[in-house]
């Protein structure tokens, strides 16, 4: 069985669906206790987990059965918020009281949804510096994952998801879009901007990318698109150079620990002080400067330092992910994974409520409902990316002009390597082929 579900999921090309990517066929080759579906959908303005999970509570279901099957696993968790009211009760409906899964209900709070926090708050497991769910015993996914796993077992390949658009729009909507629709059509499907220009948040306010080109496509990976005004705040603070972000820092550091205190990774117990990184930064200590600048790679840029406490507003998870992209490229190593640490006592009185934070961004005016939309979308062309996961880009498999069908192969994995293939997600006729393949409906 697990041999089977591995190639079954490898063909299907199922990622990682929560914005990470790996390869999932990789992933549930493994043994492990527990396996988690996390609904927490932690980013302000999201509700496509919450659809999914209202709606396919069963495919998710199935999903965990099989991986728990493969793993080994003796114990199933659904870890999302008691407020998604909806969903739990798709849940309760699909359970019943003889699974070996159960639901566990987490905090209102941001980050809920990284994976060591879940994991913590689900098993009361810490995982180790350096570590994965796999070091102590779990695999971890996203409920979108665990629905396309179900599709994958039933030979059907992973051709779109559910997305989010909300901010500055119309008619803010949760679709089921095919994967490769260009972001502008969905911005269109929710019924256009609100403002002339705009700015695109891809993935949700705290952790998503910034992007002012509304023809990219929908990936595998991206589940929202928060359309702000150029001028809003988030734009502004991404937009300043990393060059004087640093000399920014340089010049209003005001030395206090705020960061570190509110730190995720630290209140787990973790050797992460991000003050001490940039107390490093502030006194142009040589790079690295010890332990308090490369604790800076347990960093997960959750960005609650920076944009949440800190009273200067200084970038601090932008200059830990610099730093962690150096130490890479320097080859600089931990020195193995450490013992799981003990999570210090204020954890317990230090979460950071959504609420709190959609205000402290400035982002009030559109914490509105988001209805899901049954529209069905139908885009007349849809460039499948070839980089949509950790790993490999997929190598391409049709030629231009080649007509393809719904659900056919358009790029493979290369030979040996850790990669997702990807699948046509209309019928239609092969364009251009460059680092996506582009289809034109026919």
């Not at 728990?68 to 918020?81: P, R, W």
Request: net charge positive; glycine share 10%; proline share 7%.
């Amino acid at each position: 069985m697990t041999a089977t579900l591995i190639d079954k999921v490898k063909q299907a090309g199922v990622v990682g669906a929560g914005g990470a990517g790996f390869p999932t066929w990789k992933k549930i080759d493994a043994r492990v206790d527990v396996v988690i579906a996390n609904g927490a959908e932690c980013e302000p303005l999201l509700h496509n987990d919450q659809y999914l999970m209202a709606r396919e509570a069963a495919r998710v279901v199935r999903g965990m059965e099989l991986v728990m099957e493969a793993t080994g696993a003796g114990e199933g968790i659904v870890g999302l918020k008691e407020k998604y009211r909806d969903a739990v009760a798709a849940f309760r409906k699909t359970l019943g009281k003889k699974s070996r899964i159960r639901l566990a209900f987490l905090e209102n709070a941001y980050p809920a949804g990284d994976e060591f926090v879940i994991v913590y708050e689900t098993t009361g497991r810490v995982i180790p510096a350096g570590g994965l769910p796999l070091d102590v015993g779990v695999a971890n996914s996203n409920v979108e994952t665990f629905k396309n796993i179900a599709d994958a077992a039933e030979g059907r390949p992973v051709v779109s998801r559910y997305v989010t658009v909300a901010g500055a729009v119309r008619a803010p909507a949760t679709f089921e879009a095919p994967i490769g629709i260009a972001w502008g059509e969905l911005i269109d499907a929710a019924g256009g901007p609100t403002v002339e220009e705009y700015a695109l948040m891809l993935g949700g306010p705290m952790m998503g990318k910034l992007s002012y080109d509304a023809s990219q496509p929908l990936t595998k990976t991206t589940g929202a698109v928060v359309v702000l005004p150029r001028d809003h705040l988030l734009v502004r603070r991404r937009t300043v150079p990393f060059t004087k972000s640093l000399h920014v820092t340089r010049q209003f550091c005001c030395q206090c620990d705020l960061c570190t205190m509110i730190c995720p990774r630290y209140l787990l117990g973790h050797e992460l002080y991000p003050h001490l990184v940039m107390r490093s930064v502030l006194f142009g200590l040589p790079f690295p400067a010890g332990a308090g600048t490369t604790s800076a790679h347990l960093c997960c840029e959750c960005e609650l330092c920076g944009l949440y406490i800190c009273p200067m507003g200084l970038p601090i998870a932008r200059i830990n992910g610099n730093i962690k992209r150096n130490l890479k490229a320097l080859g600089w190593a931990a020195g193995g994974k450490a013992p799981a640490p003990t999570p210090r006592p204020a954890r317990e009185t230090t979460r950071i409520a959504t609420g709190r934070l959609v205000a402290r961004l400035g982002l009030g005016r559109y914490n509105v409902r988001v209805p899901f939309s049954p529209k069905r979308l139908a885009p007349s062309r849809v460039s499948i990316p070839l980089k949509q996961n950790v790993g490999a880009a997929a190598v391409p498999c049709v030629k231009v002009g080649q007509r393809v069908r719904k659900g056919q192969v358009v790029a493979e994995i290369p030979e040996g390597a850790l990669g997702a293939r990807h699948h046509a997600s209309i019928a239609g006729v092969v364009k251009e082929i460059k680092d996506a393949v582009v289809i034109a409906a026919a």
